[in-house]
């Protein structure tokens, strides 16, 4: 049958049409591959790629060595466990961090600083060695702890004066600035320690006292270097890194011109002191508009220069790594491009005749194609054949009639197939899915029985369904007995509820959750768990119960607990402490306020413990204060709160008083006194020998609501027993207004103390000493308080003040430093040469461990001459802690300066210990001057006193001479040296060196 003719081509044009479309296309390919390959600078490309791939090496090299340290830094932070490292001993630091500094070479040291002036440092040095800087500036002030270990483990201690800060350091600055745990990174910079250039990282956390805690690890970036200067860029390029402020971090290939030793400390300074012309212009050419690691290109010389600039950000700051060659190191060899190019042309040229060969014969074969495909679809083979593919209206037109019947065919025949395969696939599926099942099964119970941790399972009903075999051995029960809720029995009855309300929660929010509790063991005693329980889903993600992991924590909460008991408990009478007595005081100040109720604080001090500690030993002090806390607690309500101060002070607090202050203080005096007469009564000493008694002094007040604060309580009952104490001992003193005006009183001049201080209101007077003959022989350093426009404090006033505050320990080596200086000053004075100065020292001064390096410092500052300084201790000072006293003497001795015993026979010193003292001088007090010549006691004293002197070979001197009749005295009595306004008074430098005689060479 003919076909009808149509608007579609006939085969012959439709292969004319063909011929030509194809020989455009050739041409068009041709032009474009010319266009993308042959015009774009192909230089650039090279150039681009080889920039990329060094500015990617040197960035694994900055990652290889900043990420592990800043990830390292991050875990730290758990080890110091909110406690601060010993500064007494390098040991614990240096556990926690010097395996850290074996395993990373990059990290150089670890240093760590606290906001209240304390410090660590650990430097690993070549070889092995190792290097700690132990800081704690309230304490020891510029003096560092250091201690060097040797490869051999020799150790060296010894102390370093240095101005070094932990707070004024960059890394903790900056750590200080940035949130907490955050990570800083500071600028690139040199070591203190080192000098080597370097980088810190460091983080900030809260310490469990509150103080700031701040550690870093110092990094070396002396080597980084490397990965810039041996990777080459091009044959003549460059590559270096630099800081945001152009210094030089890794420095480029060095010149033949330069030493190694002389570029390598180039590092971290400004990038144009290197020298490189094509760098400096580098850096001209480049603009912040330039996308990072584009290539761009600029004039250097009387060549053509390209560069590329890339950053990489490091915490808060940014380095540039910078790549830079001659353009002429990137310039492709012409002819082989050229040659390249043609071969290319000819072989598309070559395709294409190929395609219209093929495509000729693809245009006379398809009604053959045609026709042996109805054959085999005839037979029902639906094989691949090549398609028949036609723009001849018959052709195309039969070609589309002949598919569609062949594709309707096959996807009938395919559809059974898929539905026969679907089905074997099926059985299969289900076959291997029991057998995986079973397994999983397997699996499961060899993970679960095969360790020690406990693991349940509970189902939608909050059944337990599931115990290991581990939880059955640590219970000791059957499975049968702990399925459901039978393991509930094993609870402790104190944590059965919340167990369950726990769980019970858990399950009405399908969330994880975890609880600790105590659960009976096999052996019948209870042990802590800590319960992990994880929510269960099936294949399709619906909720199935719970799983259950539990651990033992038993130890951990007996150390939780017996850090509990350290921190708020007196470890010797197990009484509460400050700390928990605060605490609880401030809980009843709360509960007054709610109840209108009263409540009481008392102060008690035992009298004259120390002489029991001094006659019978500490051990039996210990246990006098022992006895004393059971007896305290025996006087006491069950509500009430007994704690120990400290030394032999203890504080009862009471509460739930009577509403009426009248009626609540004589509840608190009638407990007041229960106490008394109990702590009265005889206490056996240890092993019974026989029995010692006590008195003891008591202050009281009473308080109701929160109009005072704890601390306010405490110095109200303080200042009551001070009146007691002022009151004969053994007796009982409330607190009233005129005691709160003493405090006020006090407290006002503290503050003017300090301002004092601050302002420079202190001078020092000098009290001259004399020899029987009438020569000038010494002088003693009297300090003195002068504020502005006002009269002068006495010192019995702000001497007490300043001892108790502390502040005596700056006003002692102001006034030792100013007496060594006026040394100096009369060295250079031909009258006054050779005149020897006394300075009173303090308990608090004389008891510092450093405090014969700090004599020694200041005559070292000053320039005096250690043999005219004389230091005047009091016998209190003498007698406490007598070994400990002798060693810092012995210490200070060894410098030259000379000691004497200030105010001699009002305290109650042992003869024995007196030989056994360094001494030069025994000042006798001027109590018993006062009256010598009238009272016999006196007389017979002061005789004692000076026979004594000259049987031990001590020069004397009488204190607080004020009569001839007194001098004559002394005198008669073999007494060659005093000291009182019978021969001068105390008087300003100025008044002395006018009113003063010269003192005989």
């Not at 206490?683 to 019974?688: A, D, E, K």
């Not at 006002?790 to 080596?813: K, M, N, S, Y």
């Not at 430093?817 to 009258?831: H, V, Y």
Request: charged content about 20%; proline content about 5%.
């Amino acid at each position: 049958m003919a076909m009808q003719t149509g608007p579609h081509t006939t085969l012959r044009h439709a292969l004319l049409v063909r011929f030509g479309l194809l020989a455009g296309v050739t041409a068009l390919l041709v032009g474009l591959i010319f266009a993308l390959f042959g015009l774009r600078p192909m230089g650039a490309r090279i150039a681009e790629n080889q920039f990329n791939a060094t500015a990617e090496q040197v960035e694994a090299r900055l990652t290889t060595r900043f990420a592990p340290t800043e990830a390292l830094l991050r875990m730290s932070r758990d080890w110091i466990d909110g406690v601060a490292p010993d500064l007494d001993d390098s040991k614990p630091f240096n556990r926690l961090f010097l395996p850290m500094l074996e395993t990373l070479p990059q990290i150089t040291s670890v240093v760590a600083g606290t906001s209240t002036g304390q410090g660590w440092m650990l430097l690993q040095l070549p070889h092995g060695s190792r290097h700690n800087r132990l800081t704690d500036i309230p304490r020891w002030g510029s003096q560092h702890r250091v201690i060097d270990r040797t490869v051999e483990g020799d150790t060296v201690h010894l102390w370093q004066t240095s101005t070094y800060d932990a707070r004024l350091r960059p890394w903790y600055d900056g750590a200080m600035a940035t949130p907490e745990q955050a990570i800083h990174w500071t600028a690139p910079y040199a070591f203190f320690t080192t000098g080597e250039p370097g980088v810190t990282v460091s983080t900030r956390f809260k310490l469990d006292d509150g103080r700031d805690f701040v550690l870093g690890f110092d990094i070396k970036l002396r080597d980084l270097s490397e990965s810039t200067m041996l990777h080459p860029v091009g044959r003549h390029g460059l590559a270096l890194v630099i800081t945001d402020d152009h210094r030089v971090l890794a420095l480029p290939a060095r010149p033949e011109d330069i030493s190694e030793q002389a570029w390598l400390a180039k590092m971290l300074a400004p990038v144009d002191q290197l020298g490189l012309a094509p760098v400096n212009q580098a850096l001209a050419a480049w603009t912040p508009g330039i996308p990072a690691g584009e290539v761009f290109g600029y004039r250097s010389g009387n060549a053509d220069w390209l560069a590329s600039v890339r950053p990489y950000q490091l915490g808060a700051q940014r380095l540039w790594l910078i790549a830079l060659a001659p353009e002429a190191d990137f310039a492709p060899a012409w002819q082989p491009v050229a040659s390249a190019m043609s071969a290319g042309l000819l072989l598309v040229l070559l395709a294409a005749s190929l395609v219209a060969y093929r495509q000729a014969g693809k245009l006379s074969r398809p009604m053959e194609a045609l026709a042996a495909a109805s054959e085999r679809i005839g037979r029902l083979d639906f094989s691949a054949a090549a398609p028949v593919d036609s723009d001849i209206f018959e052709v195309a037109q039969l070609a589309s009639a002949q598919a569609g019947m062949t594709d309707m065919l096959r996807r009938d025949q395919e559809r059974l197939a898929v539905q026969a395969s679907e089905l074997r696939e099926q059985i299969e599926a289900l076959h291997s899915a029991k057998a995986r099942l079973r397994e999983s099964e397997q699996h499961f119970r060899n993970v679960t029985n095969g360790g020690s941790t406990l693991i349940w399972m509970s189902g939608l009903d909050m059944l337990c369904s599931y115990f290991n075999e581990p939880w059955l051995r640590f219970t000791g029960r059957t499975l049968e007995q702990e399925l459901g809720n039978g393991w509930l029995e094993g609870v402790h009855a104190e944590d059965r509820p919340r167990c369950q309300d726990t769980y019970v929660a858990a399950f009405a929010r399908g969330k994880p959750f975890s609880m600790d509790y105590r659960l009976r063991a096999a052996s019948g005693k209870y042990r802590w768990l800590h319960d992990e329980g994880l929510p269960r889903y099936d294949s399709e993600g619906l909720f199935l119960g719970y799983i259950g992991y539990c651990f033992d924590i038993t130890e951990r909460k007996q150390a939780e607990d017996q850090i509990h008991s350290l921190a708020y408990f007196d470890p010797l009478t197990n009484l509460p402490n400050r700390r928990l007595l605060m605490d609880r005081l401030n809980q009843a100040l709360i509960t007054s306020q709610r109840a209108q109720s009263h409540g009481a604080l008392l102060i008690l001090d035992l009298d004259n413990f120390k002489a029991l500690n001094d006659t019978q030993g500490h051990d039996a002090g210990d246990q006098l204060l022992i006895e004393v806390a059971g007896k305290l607690q025996v006087c006491v309500r069950q509500n009430d709160t007994v704690a120990r101060l400290g030394g032999d002070e203890y504080v009862v607090m009471l509460e739930g008083l009577d509403q009426e202050e009248s009626t609540a203080a004589r509840q608190a005096e009638g407990i007041g006194e229960k106490i008394r007469s109990a702590l009265h009564q005889p206490f056996t000493s240890r092993g019974g020998n026989h029995g010692y008694q006590v008195s003891t002094s008591i202050g009281l007040t009473l308080f109701r609501g929160q109009d005072n604060t704890p601390e306010g309580l405490l110095k109200q009952a303080d200042v009551a027993l001070y009146q007691a104490k002022d009151s004969g001992k053994n007796v009982i003193r409330f607190f009233n207004p005129a005691m709160q005006a003493e405090i006020d009183a006090r407290m006002a001049l503290e503050d003017a103390l300090r301002r004092g201080m601050a302002n420079n209101e202190f001078r020092l007077h000098y009290q001259p000493q004399f020899d029987q003959h009438g020569c000038l022989i010494g002088a003693e350093a009297l300090l003195r308080w002068q504020p502005p426009g006002q009269p002068p404090v006495p010192p019995d006033r702000f001497i007490r003040v300043a001892e108790e505050t502390g502040l005596i320990l700056p006003i002692g080596l102001w006034v030792l430093r100013t007496a060594c200086a006026q040394l100096k000053d009369w060295q250079t004075d031909e009258q006054r040469r050779g005149i020897p100065i006394a300075v009173n020292v303090s308990a608090a001064q004389f008891r510092q461990t450093d405090f014969a390096r700090q004599v020694a410092a200041i005559l070292a500052t000053t320039g005096a001459r250690p043999d005219l300084l004389k230091l005047e201790l009091t016998e209190r000072v003498v007698m406490e802690q007598l070994d400990v006293v002798i060693a810092q003497m012995v210490a200070i001795r060894a410098l030259g300066v000379g000691f004497a015993m200030d105010d001699f026979g009002t305290g109650y010193s042992s003869l024995s210990y007196l030989k056994r003292l360094p001494l030069d001088q025994l000042k006798i007090d001027q109590s018993f001057i006062r009256d010598v010549t009238h009272d016999p006691n006196d007389a017979a004293i002061v005789r004692a006193i000076l026979a004594i002197s000259a049987s031990l070979g001590l020069q004397v001197i009488a204190e607080g001479v004020e009569t001839q009749e007194q001098r004559d005295f002394l005198q008669g009595n073999g007494c060659t040296a005093y000291q009182g306004y019978l021969f001068g008074k105390p008087m300003a430098i100025e008044e002395w060196s006018r009113a003063m005689p010269a003192r005989p060479d």
